[in-house]
């Protein structure tokens, strides 16, 4: 399963983590926490950054991710870093036979996503693609009370989150962050996971720039038809034209609906409301790391699929055309999409 002998004498597996930011700091806190694990090295982009944060968890600094990958004495990468290196980062480290965690989405190309995929196949090596909102308390309060409202005939959810000012980040970068439902996948996840595929998709988005590849706002607003017919509206938006928070997760079906508001929902019935506790979000990252080791070690399922990352990733590769020409794209399969 391991790259060396040593690692399976130790029963260890050997981690190196690129990335400084969030998620790579509650990874490592992971690691660490786990007896199962050594976290070898850790590279980023900035060299201060990634010296301190070598020595906060006691890890050796590197210079670049392609020296990481290189490194004999790694079993496993995990990938934490900007959307835009997700595949590059990916593919060197399958290349070099190491196993691969990724937070979504493992690639911002859908044709490089499929190869990265393959790959992993070909080198008998995991890909893991991180879809933590399937494990999180919304998700799971949804899979508990969505028969309560019947027939589902249309969702909305809705993320908008206001910043003045606009931070100069990453993330309001259009080629470090991606398309933002492409970037932002779990959103699309989400819907694919409860509903199944996609028959068709619109978009509309809007930027508003400030220099080069960086932008202060972004609004983007989706429409999804899924193949059963249910109707799904989908607000993304970030930055400092927008004015009011949001995170509200609608489902309406015949007998009911289920309204998520920020950390708490409501079963709406004929006559009554009904309080849902909704679980909590914080953990999240070291339950999926727990996971990936269990699978690792034992052979356990895995909650996530990377085929199932790439199906989503195709639905939003497809409303990103449907921005790009301001089309309705009709989404055949799993494989392909072309313009209704």
């Known amino acids: 399963m391991y790259n060396s002998e040593a690692a399976l004498e130790t029963a260890k597996v050997r981690v190196g983590l690129i990335g ?113 909102e399937l494990l999180g308390g919304l998700h799971q309060a949804v899979k508990q009370n969505i028969e309560k409202v019947g027939d589902i005939f249309y969702v909305r959810y809705s993320t908008i989150n206001p910043q003045h000012p606009a931070p100069r980040k990453w993330t309001y970068n259009h080629h470090l962050f991606g398309f933002p439902l492409i970037g932002a996948l779990s959103r699309l996840h989400r819907l694919t996971d409860l509903f199944g595929k996609v028959l068709t998709v619109n978009c509309h988005q809007r930027y508003w720039e400030t220099e080069s590849d960086y932008y202060q706002s972004c609004l983007c607003i989706s429409q999804l038809c899924f193949e059963n017919g249910l109707l799904a509206q989908v607000v993304y938006g970030k930055g400092e034209t927008l004015w009011q928070p949001e995170r509200k997760f609608e489902v309406h079906g015949e007998k009911g609906g289920l309204i998520f508001d920020s950390d708490g929902g409501v079963l709406i019935q004929s006559g009554e409301t009904t309080p849902i506790e909704v679980g909590t979000r914080r953990g999240l990252f070291a339950k999926d790391t727990t996971m990936v080791l269990d699978h690792l070690f034992d052979g356990t399922p895995l909650y996530v699929t990377p085929e199932s990352s790439l199906y989503t990733l195709k639905v939003a590769d497809a409303i990103q055309r449907a921005a790009q020409t301001g089309l309705t794209i009709f989404i055949k399969d799993t494989s392909a999409a072309e313009n209704l």
């Open 20 to 132: 400084t930011g969030y998620a790579a700091k509650l990874r490592a806190e992971a690691l660490l926490g786990d007896e199962r694990t050594n976290l070898v090295a850790i590279a980023g982009h900035q060299p201060e950054n990634t010296a301190a944060f070598a020595k906060q968890y006691q890890t050796l600094a590197l210079t670049s991710w392609e020296k990481l990958v290189e490194r004999e004495d790694i079993d496993l990468v995990v990938i934490s870093t900007i959307n835009r290196d997700h595949g590059a980062i990916a593919r060197a480290a399958l290349s070099q036979g190491k196993h691969v965690i990724v937070e979504y989405p493992l690639s911002v190309n859908v044709t490089e996503a499929e190869e990265l995929i393959a790959l992993a196949k070909a080198q008998n090596k995991l890909l893991h693609v991180e879809h933590i």
